[in-house]
Every structure is written in structure tokens, then in C-alpha cells.
């Protein structure tokens, strides 16, 4: 007997298909399969050449649609954000390769070694809840996932790094936590992966199947307690937490779901940190939850769209301004390590204390680097290579090389904190001056051997003119040491003890010469003057040879004269002689010698005359 279907029956068999219809996935030879079904069926009632033909239809506007819709979302959805990796940062025996995540790091293009500018995202979840899948659908990165045909067993063992671009993000996929692999008893390690992603992520991911909500351990109830605990130690400061719902249905209001979570959040936090006697720590000073919610990857069309929205959300500024604790990314390894190695030792998380460390070290290491840059820097070899400047000139030099190291080194440390930067800052300074000191030293010893050589003309001549040198030593040595000292004023700031030790040898060797040369003076003077006297005795007894020779040259023609006097008397003698013999043959009575009155007058004009009249 033929079957013939009932009304019922033929609306039932039009329902399940239709689905399959306006499914895009649907090929044709499945439509073709469906149709000879409901052909079958519903022979003698249905038109099926009407039916095809409407069907056709549809499926050619569906096609049409799902060709325009696929247009659409390449055009509106970004690329792959991702760029390098996955490399390990954490083995799952808690090694932290540190020089892996070093180079990493600086090979990458993105992020500058000296930048800051870039988040960390971490995911953290139960183990095999679809953690890397959604990474890699999220970010285009290439985590290894689960291989369901090989079985639901751990995938990812320690944490994995992948770097992403536009914007620059390092993406932390963290093993599975609540996984056999590691047994009931080992949660020390899931624990601490937690609490370091927890620490070092701008944005910590949960991943979260929506079934799971409100249990015990699906829901990381222990978790949560573990990273509140820890986070509520630290100073206040908002935590960023972006909850993932998985498997969402749609039912429950998404409002509904955010309040849930956030309320068993407060009071999970509330029941681990309140203290009885003090003032309770508020959820909200320190941790900022953000809930998305993902249906089941299944709904491909629905999963995908969400997944784009999520990923816009990150490329369009979701994470702008998360960055708290900034780390320059040459430092990111060596803080990251610093902070995992205390967290697996049990010791107290002291972040501030961390950061302190943290920008100790990598602010020594930017000094040394601008100190090596200095060395390279054009200033810096023209005044190694010995080039003779001025101390003005100097001066401008160096204010230039310091302007040079010091905005490098505010630009590299502005991540870091305030006062290890003033302090590495000062230190950075010190040692640039250190560097350019023998320079310096060198344009001082020019400069004071210069001045030493003008300075001594200058004292010379004012000594040789004070009336008395050796009082004068002081005051003509200060005049030059004030020349000195004011031109070594710009750079008397910056190195002082310099400037000191070079105006005390420059004083000391003036005053040495100064007193030297006043002594000097002081005996050519005594000289000159023992020189003059000696000629003025020269002179006088010249002179008194002179008025010897005079009185000698008088005396001797006084004698003379004398002589001729005498001889005139002698002949005069005779002559009365011969007068006297005349008259006494004439007979005539001699009256006794008697000087003739003429003759007496004649020689009265003569000194020896008066001399020899004594005689007669």
C-alpha cells in the first residue's frame, strides 16, 4: 500500500531542510539530495519543478549575500596583528629563558629597545578551553592548540610569547590550569603563572565557558582567590581583567552576565582580604573587570563576527593607556624574570621595591651607553684630538655634549622611576664631566701658562715702577689672578676643583716670580745707585786731581816766578854791589844797605818779593 505522508509530515520535512537552504555552507549536490528526499515524499502533491525553481532562487540570492558579506568583513577586517613568534618565556619546570626573551624582544621592528610604548596581554583559563585557538583567531598568532583526534590532553606547557603589531602587543598564552598533567595536589605552578600574569599584563584575559560560571573550579573560584590575595598586597591601582565567556547562548542579558561575574568577583574578594579592626581594601581601587562574551565556535558566522569586533576593539585603542608599570621594552626580560623568580621563591611581592631594581639596572645600563655614545660624538673628538679652545668656547662645547647625553637619557628613562632617573641623571652628568676633565685640565694648563707669560710682563713693569717693589708683590699679582678667574668663570661651576688648583699654582708661581723679580729690582737699584755714587767720587776726585794739578802747575810757576825774582834781586844786588864799589872809589861814604824806592815799587806786585825785602 503507498504511504502517503500527512500535512504535518510534509511541513515537518519543508522545516528541516529549509535551514540547509539558506545555509551558505550548504553545496549543491546535498540541495539536490534534500529535494529528491522531499520529492519522494510528497509525490503527487507537491510541485516540485515550482519548488525547485523557488529554492534555486533562494540559494542564488543566499550566495549572492554570503559573496557580498565576505566582501565586507575583508574589506572591514584588519590584518593579522601578529608578527613573530610563539617562542617560550617559561618552561614548564619554571625556567625563564631570559636571553631568549631577550632577543626576541630587541629583534623586534615594532617596538624600539628604549620605547615603552607597548602593552602585554595574557590569557589564563582552564586547560583545553580553547585558550590558544581564540589567540590565534584573536591575533592572528600560532600557538600550538589541542588536537582533539589525538585526544583532550595539555597542549601548552609554561607560558609562550608571541609579538604583535598595530598596536605593538606581547601576547602571553599561560598553561592550562585544573589539568591532570600536573595531578590535584601540583597548583603551585598554575597559582604563580596566575599571579605573574596578573603582575606583568596590562590586560589579563580569563577564558571562561559560560557552564562554568558559579562553580568551584570551573569557575577559578580557587584561582581568584590565589591573585586576589597577592594583588591586594600590592599598592592600589586598577588591574585590567577581560573576562572571555565562552560558549554564550544569548539567553542571558548581557548586563545580567557582567553584574554576575563583577558581583562574585567583590564578594570573592571581600571574604579573602577583609580584616576585622581595619579599613577594607574596595574591589574597585584595584581591579577593573571588562566581560565579552563569544558563542560557541561551532556557530562559525557568529564566532568570527565577534571575534573581529574583539580584535577592532584591540586595534582601534582598547588597550590605549593601560600601561602602568613601565618598563622600556630592553627591559622587559630582566624585570619579567625578576618578578617570576620571587613569585616562585614565595617571597613578598614587593612591586614598588621591584620597579626600583628594575630601573636601577636599566638606568646604569642607559648611562653607560650615552657615556660609550658620548665618545663617538663629533665635539668629543675634535676636543680629544687636541683642538685648542678658549674657555668660552669650551664652555659652549660642553653645555652642548651634556645637552647631548642628558635628552637622550630623559627620552631612553621616562618609563622608569622618578628618583633612581635624578639620581642615574646626576650620576650621568658626573660622568660626562669626568670624561671631558682631561680636556679641561689640558685648556687649563694652556690657559694658565698664557697667562702666566702675559701676567709676568704686567707685574714687571708695575713693580719697576712702585716705589718700592717688594710692597707692591701682592696687589700686582691679584690684578692678573682677577684676569684669570674671570675667564674661567663659565666653566668655574662645573669644575670648581679645577679652577681652584690652577688659580693656586698660577698665584703661587706669580707670587714667586713677583717676589723674585721685586728682590731683582730691589738690587739693581742698590746697584744703580752704588753705580752713581761711584761715579760722583769718580768725579770729585777727578776734580780734587784736577785742583792738585792746579795748585801743583800755580805752586810751580810761583817758584818760578820766585826764582826769577831772585835772580832779578841777585842782579840787582850786584848792581847796587857794583854802585857801592863805584862810590867807594870815588870816595863817597857807604850809608848801609837801603832798597832803592823805584825798585821797592817795581816789585811790590810780588809775593816773594815782600819775602826776600825782609832781608835788606
Not at 602585554?120 to 584573536?138: F, P, W
Amino acid at each position: 500500500m503507498e504511504h502517503n505522508p500527512s500535512n504535518a509530515q510534509k511541513s515537518s520535512g519543508i522545516a528541516a531542510i529549509t535551514p540547509n537552504i539558506t545555509n551558505p555552507n550548504m553545496d549543491a549536490q546535498a540541495l539536490l539530495a534534500g529535494l529528491q528526499g522531499l520529492a519522494g515524499t510528497a509525490a503527487g502533491q507537491v510541485d516540485v519543478s515550482s519548488l525547485l525553481s523557488n529554492l534555486m532562487q533562494q540559494l542564488a540570492v543566499s550566495a549572492h549575500a554570503q559573496q557580498q558579506q565576505q566582501q565586507q568583513e575583508q574589506e572591514q577586517e584588519p590584518e593579522p596583528m601578529c608578527v613573530a613568534g610563539p617562542m617560550q618565556m617559561i618552561g614548564g619546570d619554571g625556567t625563564f629563558f631570559q636571553h631568549d626573551v631577550d632577543d626576541f624582544i630587541l629583534s623586534a621592528k615594532e617596538i624600539a629597545p628604549a620605547s615603552a610604548d607597548y602593552a602585554v596581554v595574557s590569557i589564563i583559563g582552564a586547560q583545553s578551553s580553547g585558550k590558544s585557538y581564540l589567540l590565534n583567531r584573536l591575533f592572528g598568532t600560532n600557538f600550538q592548540v589541542m588536537d582533539a583526534a589525538k585526544g583532550r590532553g595539555q597542549t601548552t606547557k609554561g607560558m609562550w610569547l608571541s609579538r604583535c603589531a598595530k598596536p605593538s602587543m606581547l601576547v602571553m598564552d599561560v598553561e592550562g590550569f585544573d589539568g591532570r598533567e600536573r595531578g590535584e595536589d601540583d597548583t603551585s605552578f598554575e597559582k604563580q603563572a596566575a599571579l605573574f600574569s596578573l603582575t606583568i599584563s596590562d590586560l589579563m584575559m580569563v577564558n571562561m565557558w559560560l557552564r562554568d560560571i558559579g562553580r568551584q573550579h570551573g569557575g577559578s573560584i580557587p584561582l581568584f582567590k590565589t591573585i586576589f590575595q597577592e594583588r591586594a598586597k600590592l599598592e592600589p591601582g586598577k588591574t585590567r581583567v577581560l573576562v572571555i565567556v565562552r560558549g554564550y547562548d544569548y539567553e542571558t542579558p548581557m548586563e545580567n552576565l557582567q553584574n554576575d561575574l563583577v558581583t562574585q568577583m567583590e564578594e570573592l574578594w571581600e571574604s579573602v582580604n577583609k580584616q576585622p579592626g581595619k579599613e577594607n581594601k574596595l574591589f574597585s581601587d584595584y581591579i577593573e573587570v571588562m566581560v565579552f562574551a563569544l558563542p560557541d565556535k561551532l556557530l562559525v558566522q557568529n564566532f568570527k563576527e565577534q571575534v573581529t569586533n574583539l580584535r577592532n576593539w584591540f586595534s582601534k585603542g582598547g588597550i590605549a593607556g593601560l600601561r602602568q608599570d613601565k618598563v622600556a621594552a630592553s627591559g622587559f626580560a630582566f624585570s619579567a624574570k625578576g618578578i617570576w623568580e620571587t613569585i616562585r621563591q614565595n617571597k613578598e611581592l614587593d612591586l614598588p621595591a621591584h620597579r626600583i631594581l628594575v630601573s636601577t639596572c636599566f638606568c646604569e645600563k642607559i648611562v653607560r651607553e650615552n657615556l660609550d655614545a658620548l665618545a663617538l660624538h663629533e665635539d668629543y673628538m675634535s676636543m680629544k684630538s687636541g683642538a685648542q679652545y678658549s674657555p668660552k668656547e669650551f664652555s659652549t662645547k660642553l653645555e652642548g655634549l651634556l645637552e647631548f647625553v642628558l635628552t637622550r637619557y630623559d627620552a631612553e628613562t621616562d618609563m622608569y622611576d622618578a628618583n633612581v632617573r635624578a639620581t642615574k641623571r646626576h650620576e650621568l652628568e658626573n660622568g660626562t664631566l669626568h670624561l671631558l676633565e682631561p680636556f679641561c685640565k689640558d685648556m687649563f694648563n694652556r690657559l694658565r701658562t698664557t697667562t702666566a707669560c702675559e701676567s709676568k710682563d704686567k707685574i714687571a713693569a708695575q713693580l719697576r715702577n712702585a716705589d718700592d717693589p717688594a710692597t707692591a708683590v701682592d696687589a700686582s699679582v691679584q690684578a692678573c689672578l682677577k684676569e684669570f678667574t674671570e675667564s674661567c668663570k663659565e666653566l668655574s661651576s662645573r669644575y670648581q676643583v679645577l679652577c681652584d688648583e690652577n688659580c693656586k699654582e698660577l698665584r703661587n708661581e706669580l707670587t714667586s716670580f713677583a717676589q723674585i723679580k721685586a728682590e731683582s729690582i730691589k738690587e739693581q737699584r742698590m746697584r744703580e745707585e752704588l753705580e752713581r755714587q761711584r761715579i760722583e767720587a769718580d768725579r770729585e776726585a777727578e776734580r780734587a786731581r784736577e785742583e792738585a794739578e792746579r795748585l801743583r802747575e800755580e805752586a810751580k810757576r810761583t817758584k818760578e816766578d820766585a826764582e826769577r825774582e831772585i835772580e832779578r834781586i841777585n842782579q840787582m844786588r850786584e848792581l847796587a854791589q857794583r854802585q857801592a864799589e863805584e862810590n867807594a872809589r870815588r870816595g863817597q861814604v857807604p850809608q848801609g844797605p837801603r832798597i832803592d824806592p823805584v825798585l821797592d815799587g817795581i816789585l811790590s806786585f810780588s809775593p816773594v818779593w815782600h819775602v826776600v825785602k825782609l832781608f835788606f
